[in-house]
Every structure is written in C-alpha cells, then in structure tokens.
C-alpha cells in the first residue's frame, strides 16, 4: 500500500468487483447488462499487438508485457460494467438512467437491435438477425461509429456518450488493493510520489474549530456544539437543535472562506455549513476516482442538462480553492471599469476594491514567478516565444518553487494556499465554528414589517441536516445575517427552494466555457521538453489571444488531466484509436482555450444547468483554438488536433504554411452532442459566476451592492454568483477580493446594529 491517506480518498471501494461476491444497488436487468457490456467492450476492445504506428519499435514492444498487456484489456472485463451502470445511477440525471436503460433494452433483442443497428446486425446463418452482444466486435464498433456521427437521433448518440466517457473514466481510474491500476504502466502514468512526510504537516489546521459531522452521532455533536461555545437547545418535538449565533455561512470556498475570517475577526460569532469533508495535505492520495468523487459537486461527474458542458466545482472544506489549479489573475481594469460604470455598481470602480485584491494576495501567498515549469507549461511557452507571441508567468497562491501537478486532487505537499489553509484559519482562530458534512436546507423567512424597507422578507437563519446516517436530528441555525457562499451552482437552487422570486436568481449563469487542442511530443533524448503531462505546476504560463484592435478574445493556459478524464474527453473514433491515444497520454500535451462568455444559462435546481453559447463566444472560441494549435505547432508538435467528435488532428511532419492553414480552417467550435450536426464537440468548465448577480435595483440584479438580497433582510450573497458578467480570467481573486469587500460591509452594519436583535419565536 502507498502511502497511508484518508480512507474516502484511498479508493479501496472500487477495487475489483462482480466475481468478489460485491452487490450492486444499480437495478439493471441482466439483459440491460448484457447489451452495456458489449457495447463496453466495443468502446474498449481487446486488440492483437499489431499496430501499424509503431513502426520500427514492433520488437521492443513485442517484449513490454504491460503494453500486451493493456492492448488485450477490455472494457467489459470483470467489474467495469457494473461499476458504469452503478456510476450511471449515482451520478447521472434520472432522464439519462432511463435513456441509457431504453437502449440498453432495445438492444437486448434482435428486433430492438435491427431497428437501431440496421444491416449491420444481419448474419449468414439462422436466426440471420442477431441482438447487438452477439454482433462480431468489428460490427458492433461500426455500430457505435455510425452513431456518434449520426445527426438525427441524438438522443441514442447521447446514450452512447454516457457509456464511452463512464466506461474509459473507470477503466483507467480503478485501483486495486495497493492503489494501482494495470494500465498506468503502459501509458507511462505513476502517481505523484508521496512527499517527505516531515515536510508535509500532520496537524489539521481547522482541528480547534471544525465539528466533523460524519465522525458524530445525536448526543456527541450536542456536546460538540457547546463545547465551541455556541447556545443550542433541543427541540424534542420537532427533533431539531436549534442552535444561535450572530452570522451563518453556508459555503466555505472562496466566497465563504473569506467571509467567515473577516466576520470572525469583527467579533462577530460566526457558524460555517459545508456539505463536504475535511481533508488536509496528509489525507489526500492523489488518485484521481476517489479525490473526484470526494472532493468535487457530483463526484466530478456534472453535466449540463444536454451534456455539452461537463462542470467541475469543489464540493470540500475550502471548495474550489481546496482542488483548483492556483491561477491568481487580478481582475482586469478595463472589467472593473465596465462594471462601475456600466453596471453602474460603483464600488468596482474604487480604490475599496483595489485595497481588497491587494489584502487577498497577500494573505494568500501570491507569488508572480515559477523556478521550474512542467511538460505542458515548457510547451505552452516555447510555442509563444517562437511564434513572437507575448506569454506571461501566471501567478499562483504557492511558493515560486512549488511543482505539484496534483493539486487538482488536493495539495499533498501542502503549499497550496486555499481558504482550508488561509482565511478558515483566521476564522477558527477568532471562534468561528466549521460544520462539515453538512448541507443547508432552506433559508428561514418570515414577513418584514419594517416600515419604509423594500424587502417584504427577512432571514432568520437557515434550516440544515448532517449528511450523517448517525445523526437524526435536523439543525436550526438562527442567526442576526446569513450569508449564502455555496457558489453560482448551488446559490440559486437554494434561495428558489427557499421561496425568493427575483428573476434574476439562478439567470445569468456564465461557465467560461472552455476546449482543449493537444499535441504529441515523442520523448527521446534530444527532446527539449522534459517530464510528463501530468507533471509539475498546473498553470504556470499564461498567453492572451487579442483581436487585430488589441480587444482580449481568450486566454490560453494548461489543464490538469489525469487518465480517467484524458480518456472521457477525448473524442472516441475506433477502439484502436482510443488504445493508441492513451499510449501517447505521458507526453501529449493539451492547451485550454478559455473565453469571457456573453452567452449565459440558467440554473434553478440542484445538480440541473443549461448553457447556451452565442454567436461571438463561438468566434472567439474558434479564434483561440486556432492560435492554440499554431502554438503547439510551433513548439514542434509531430501531430496536433481539438476534442471534436471526428477526431480532427494533422500530421506536422513535412506539412508547409498553406497545409497547416487548411487544416486551421476546418477548426470549429461546434454544438454539443444534442445537436443536429455529424461532427459535435464537449466543452468543458471550471469556472461558474453570475446567477445572482449583483445589480442597482430589483430589475436588474438579484442581490444589491451590499451582497444583500432585494426580497429579504438580513440575506446576503458572498460567493462568484454575485458577479455582473463573466470575468474573463480565472476569478479566484476576484471572486475573494468581492466577498471581502461585502464582509467588510455587513461587519460594518453589524457594529451598527442594522440588523435585529432575534426573537425567540424563531420556527
């Protein structure tokens, strides 16, 4: 076993399964489980070592057992299916499990499979029409070709999506007993060694201030509660603790993280719901199914309500600062000018706001250089400078020296300045309480008779339950402000189903949308690039894409990829395909062309967004995934291509300018998998704001430029939510320098006592 690390992030539970006697919760019938099996296996196929690519190393490779080896796996071998089926179940929306299940089912027999499959299913012998499993395996890939260009049907295009991207994701994420996985050796894949563990510090930061609701029962979180210093009384009735406390913050990522520290430290006695776990630097194991599924929204696994954007958001102690990837862009001047005056929310245009970025960075450790840069950042660079093109250090919460590629699983090293390790310090250390494991409800209203006041509501805390099966008992929180810190994905759904009505709410919802170009670097010895992919700082290096004015249209930066998700996103043209991919994984380096969306899309349930691009975002998009390949052309890729479903990719060796101009004019930023087209692409994000944006008056925003809602009293916002439009960069300071600015304001009100002194008829 590898070094020891927090039993959640080990992954012991996904170890081999199926013929160990595991039961699976999934409910598929065993003929839906027959036809996803085949089709697993045709995403995945079992192949002889005989692959016209590797010219000239047949016999070196002939002698590799795990090469061999990984070309003969498949992705219907013992466990896979069932895990897909079961991850499908957890994870995906209820309309997916059914899609999938309806075509699993159609599948499952000859007549289903002749209307979905057509020719291909017919044979030379009796029954002559044969159901999809017992297709020869080169039919049923030509199966799942033709529908992944098919324009009409979609939604069976959509079916197959699931399976492709939860088959690959488990099949190179799974581990065994010592946290291995057959694969990585063949695609030259290893785990982040453990760190010294004298360097790495063993004391959890948070200890004197956080309640780990999952280690607690009824009677010992009591106990635990009073002995934080908080008044809590049993509701026997209603079995609930009503417990009281001057501000309650649901949320402790970059927006709540900074708002408990300033808040604590005005003297204010503040409580912090967060429905994730706590782990620190010692816990985490860096193996990405197990750190995906416990320290990300949904497991890691978040679509879209059409699948054309996969979503990643921190669900952990500290959220997105806890596994994000430590790029710290100050907001750009001409944005804060934009929103000023524009928005006509005047504070963005001040010094106040200035004064704010400036206390962040320092308390969160900025540092403007890298000593040493990874594969993909010596990539990004030398293609820029070879071209002539500006690229900038990107600056990072870490020491300059700082060369973690892993810190998208949680900072082992424990360099990383996130709010877990920064501001939620401060907190603590002024009597703040952490609940984790803990997940708000509902924010309490009651009607506002305050004479003269716009707000017809007002907050008196909010209503909460421990994700705990051992603790029973809901808790009421009361408090004089409660702040919502739970992000521009989980912000909305809550005050909705709280019973707000500004429009505005859950609207407006930007994704900085992003998409990919890669580039494959042999290595050799004269290789200029040294390491791997997944090696070294994430973000690093940073280069703008401008139009021919001089007007910023994306920014261009490096991904951290681990196998599984290499796998998921990379379009699936044969199963020969995938395995050859896979192989170059180490040393293919991918670019991430990230744009200031002005589509938007809407959010008003839990777990269910949609997005939807317009015209400029695409030509922006399209304009710096062309600049994105000419960089990775530059720093001598020997083939480069985009994530678009028909596998679109160019061979650099001997092409000339009007060669690599043609294949630059068929990039594209297309639709996503539901629309009517053959070729199709996925996007991704990291980055979500907007959905309760700040604005002048009730009509044009959903919270005021205090943070506070328009409908309630005492309700304030604090996380990227509040954001009037997307930023354009990656909005971590942002997102922190505006909730410090409003904290700073509602302490203020505070010591003014704006706010009413609570009553004890609370419900």
């Not at 890298?370 to 993909?376: I, L, N, P, R, W």
């Not at 939510?721 to 971590?732: D, E, F, T």
């Amino acid at each position: 076993m590898r070094k020891e690390c927090h039993p959640l992030l080990g992954g012991a539970s996904r170890g081999s399964a199926g013929e160990d006697g595991r039961s699976y919760k999934h409910g598929f019938s065993s003929a839906e489980m027959e036809s996803l099996a085949s089709v697993c296996e045709a995403l995945f196929p079992p192949l002889p070592l005989a692959d016209p690519s590797f010219e000239g190393k047949k016999e070196e490779l002939s002698g590799n057992k795990a090469v061999q080896s990984f070309y003969q796996a498949s992705g219907a071998q013992t466990g896979i299916p069932d895990e897909v089926a079961e991850l499908l179940v957890k994870r995906g929306f209820r309309e997916a499990v059914v899609l999938v299940r309806v075509v699993l089912w159609i599948l499952s027999s000859r007549l289903g499979t002749l209307l979905l499959c057509g020719f291909l299913c017919f044979g030379d012998t009796w029954p002559f029409v044969h159901k999809f499993s017992y297709l020869p395996l080169e039919k049923r890939e030509r199966v799942l070709q033709r529908w992944f260009r098919h324009r009409f049907l979609t939604p069976v295009r959509l079916a197959f999506l699931y399976i492709k991207i939860l088959c690959l994701f488990i099949f190179f994420t799974r581990v065994d007993e010592n946290a291995e996985n057959p694969a990585w050796e063949a695609i030259g894949y290893q785990v982040e060694p453990a760190e010294n563990p004298k360097r790495v510090p063993e004391e959890r930061p948070l200890h004197k201030g956080i309640i780990e609701t999952m280690y607690q029962t009824d009677t010992s979180l009591l106990d635990s509660l009073a002995d934080k210093g908080l008044k809590v009384t049993l509701d026997s009735k209603n079995n609930l603790y009503k417990i009281k406390c001057d501000v309650v913050i649901v949320g402790s990522g970059c927006g709540g993280g900074v708002a408990a520290a300033v808040l604590a430290s005005s003297g204010q006695k503040v409580i912090v719901l967060e429905k994730g776990n706590y782990f620190t630097a010692s816990d985490y194991s860096s193996l990405e199914g197990p750190s995906q599924d416990q320290l990300y929204e949904s497991g890691g696994i978040l679509a879209t309500v059409d699948g054309k954007v996969m979503i990643q958001a921190g669900s952990t102690v500290g959220g997105g600062s806890a596994v994000n990837w430590s790029a710290c862009i100050r907001t750009p001047d001409s944005l804060l000018q934009e929103w000023a005056k524009d928005e006509k929310i005047a504070f963005f245009g001040g010094s106040e706001y200035v004064s704010a970025m400036d206390a962040v960075c320092e308390r969160i450790g900025v540092t403007e250089s890298c000593v040493e840069e990874g594969f993909q950042n010596q990539v990004l660079r030398k293609g820029c400078e070879n071209l002539g093109l500006a690229v900038h250090f990107a600056p990072r919460n870490s020491s300059e020296k700082h060369y973690c590629g892993s810190c998208g699983y949680g900072c082992k090293k424990g360099e990383k300045k996130g709010t877990d390790s920064t501001w939620l310090v401060d907190a603590v250390d002024h009597g703040a309480v952490i609940l984790s494991g803990c997940k708000a409800e509902r924010f309490v209203l009651e009607k506002s008779y305050k004479s003269g006041s716009i707000r017809k509501k007002k907050c008196l805390g909010v209503m909460a339950k421990s994700l705990s099966n051992n603790i029973t008992k809901r808790l009421q929180i009361e408090a004089k402000v409660t702040i919502s810190a739970c992000g521009a994905l989980l912000t909305p759904p809550l005050m909705i189903s709280s019973g707000l009505k500004n429009r505005h709410i859950g609207r407006n919802l930007h994704l900085h949308p992003v998409l990919m170009a890669w580039g494959y670097f042999p290595d050799s010895i004269n290789s200029e690039f040294k390491g791997k992919s997944y090696e070294g700082g994430i973000i690093t290096s940073v280069h703008e894409v401008v139009s021919a004015d001089s007007r910023p249209r994306a920014i261009i930066e490096t991904p951290a990829l681990g196998p599984g998700t290499f796998a998921a996103l990379c379009p699936w043209v044969s199963g020969l395909d995938i395995k050859k991919r896979m192989l170059r994984f180490s040393r293919t380096a991918h670019v991430i062309v990230i744009i200031r969306d002005k589509g938007s899309g809407v959010v008003r349930t839990e777990g269910r967004a949609s997005f939807e691009l317009d015209a400029s975002d695409k030509e922006n998009m399209k304009a710096g995934l062309r600049q994105a390949l000419r960089i990775l052309i530059a720093a001598g890729a020997v083939e480069v291509g985009t994530h678009r479903s028909d596998g679109l990719r160019l061979k650099c060796e001997g092409t000339d300018k009007k060669e690599i101009e043609e294949f630059l004019d068929e990039v594209s930023a297309d639709e996503g998998p539901q629309s009517l087209v053959e070729k199709w692409t996925t996007y991704s994000s990291a980055h979500q704001m907007g959905s309760c944006r700040m604005g002048i008056n009730e009509k044009e925003g959903a919270v005021d430029q205090n943070g506070e809602s328009w409908e309630a009293e005492g309700l304030f916002v604090c996380d990227g939510s509040v954001l009037p439009s997307a930023v354009g960069v990656n909005p971590m300071i942002t997102i922190e320098s505006t909730a410090y600015f409003l904290s700073k304001r509602i302490a203020e009100s505070l010591r003014n006592n704006s706010f009413p002194v609570l009553v004890d008829s609370f419900c």
